[in-house]
């Protein structure tokens, strides 16, 4: 299927399409994204405000700045302002438990502070297990069901992203602002900001200027997978939910609440810091949904690392809002492909405002690997695994940790750099030659490459050293 290959530049441009437009115009592409808006901001100012592709395939309408996404997850960054503003007017303490706000919870929920519900780690089982749709018709039902469900964890000892903390949110939100919390987060937020465009609510909702939702990912028998057909997505969240997602709003409009709230006209600026502070483990570690959103804090994922730290909210695997508060930079990215993941090149479009994060130069790379990683764009990169052994034999504690070598090779993959992937990953097997994922990994890049022989000889290996590698025996048995 084509995905307006040629509308993917920006609609009603007065000049050339630049280089953010190129790079996102091959991005969409490459991901088969069929529409999205950007909205970069510097300094307190919308910088770049641009809309590519299609809001509806169907149709051919194309994306325009009144085009409305939902952003899904993103709604739970509002509702830790939404808290944070309770904070501030003295009415809830994020240290004390929900039970002294919300009585007559099950005795095991009602440990669980304020904080741990925002930060993900409270335990409580979820009422959307699994993804499961909750709607208007049985949320009452789930509801009653997940009350009499077993803790998934004490407080505090683990992170498992879970929406019934935020219904319960919902409720606090309700009870101590005296109005339904989708009127407070209304009158509190949209109407400060101005945004007119953000509304609340699901696929039932007859939206003005709505985007399609669309996905490659459905079940076939009970198991979830990509397809090569674009296929429509239908959400629906039961208004007790809709703090965990519900809204549906435009990238200009989320890149001016973003300039809001840090410029104090939501919060007070002292509160950004505990808005914006990843939560807890009993162990005193933060965690997060991956190596790369390593934290979570009032309603938003971060990215802790030293060099430009993101708070980044993401939505349904296809809305990202990252804001770089070092660099007085923000990044709104929307889009109506489930899958998309835009936070995946967030940083590269950030490349193009602050040099340093250009992806080849290797940033996001763990510091030993990115100077590696820097040698070798002077020196080759077949010069890989010589270089290695010059170095563990300069130090002999020099040390390159395989997943950080495996995730260095992904890192050039990304970029489409293959060859440049392939050396990367034939130093990981040389180093780690007794691991399965070495070799899948290696296999892999010669079956991109188009080097059958050589993937099918590293698959093997693979599947030897572990005869459960389902993805080397599906290799082998179409190609064999």
Not at 3 to 21: E, G, H, K, Y
Not at 241 to 250: E, F, H, I, N, Q
Not at 261 to 281: C, E, N, R, V
Not at 291 to 308: D, I, M, Q, T, W
């Amino acid at each position: 299927m084509l995905l307006c290959l040629a509308s993917c530049f920006p609609a009603n441009a007065a000049t050339a399409p630049d280089s953010v437009d190129l790079f996102l115009a091959a991005k969409m592409r490459q991901l088969r994204i069929p529409g999205l808006q950007l909205a970069v901001v510097r300094q307190g100012k919308i910088i770049k405000s641009a809309q590519y592709g299609l809001a509806n395939i169907q149709d051919s309408i194309p994306v325009t700045s009144r085009t409305r996404f939902p952003i899904n997850s993103i709604t739970k960054a509002f509702v830790g302002v939404a808290v944070m503003q309770l904070v501030e007017a003295g009415k809830v303490d994020l240290a004390a438990p929900i039970s002294r706000y919300l009585p007559g919870l099950p005795a095991a929920w009602q440990p669980a502070t304020v904080r741990q519900l925002l930060t993900h780690t409270s335990g409580l089982p979820d009422i959307m297990a699994n993804d499961a749709m909750v709607t208007e018709d049985d949320e009452q039902a789930a509801w009653t069901k997940v009350q009499a469900q077993p803790m998934d964890f004490q407080p505090g000892e683990k992170f498992a992203y879970n929406q019934t903390s935020y219904l319960l949110l919902g409720q606090l939100l309700t009870k101590l602002s005296g109005q339904p919390f989708t009127q407070f987060i209304q009158e509190r937020q949209l109407n400060v900001v101005g945004m007119p465009q953000t509304t609340t609510g699901d696929a039932h909702d007859v939206l003005p200027h709505a985007a399609r939702g669309y996905t490659f990912f459905h079940s076939v028998n009970g198991v979830m997978g990509r397809s090569k057909e674009l296929r429509n997505v239908f959400e629906v969240f039961a208004p007790s939910l809709r703090t965990a997602a519900g809204m549906s709003s435009t990238a200009e409009e989320v890149a001016r609440w973003t300039v809001a709230l840090q410029q104090g006209k939501l919060l007070q600026p002292a509160s950004l810091t505990t808005l914006w502070t990843p939560g807890l483990l009993n162990n005193g570690q933060p965690r997060g949904f991956s190596r790369f959103l390593n934290g979570y804090a009032l309603g938003s994922p971060v990215v802790l690392r030293p060099e430009h730290p993101a708070i980044a909210p993401v939505g349904g695997g296809r809305s990202a809002v990252f804001m770089y508060p070092e660099d007085d930079l923000t990044i709104v990215v929307l889009t109506n492909l489930q899958g998309a993941n835009p936070d995946g090149f967030v940083d590269e479009l950030a490349g193009y405002y602050l040099p340093d994060m250009k992806a080849v130069a290797g940033f996001g790379l763990p510091p030993t690997i990115r100077a590696l990683h820097t040698e070798l764009r002077q020196r080759g990169f077949a010069q890989a695994a010589t270089l290695v052994k010059q170095k563990q034999k300069q130090n002999p504690t020099y040390q390159l940790p395989e997943d950080d070598v495996n995730g260095w090779g992904y890192f050039l993959l990304r970029q489409q750099l293959a060859k440049e992937a392939l050396e990367v990953f034939k130093l990981n097997v040389s180093l780690y030659p007794q691991s399965t994922n070495t070799y899948d990994s290696l296999a892999e890049t010669y079956a991109e490459l188009g080097q059958k022989d050589l993937a099918a000889k590293n698959y093997k290996r693979a599947l030897a050293l572990n005869p459960k590698n389902t993805a080397a025996a599906a290799y082998l048995k179409k190609t064999l």
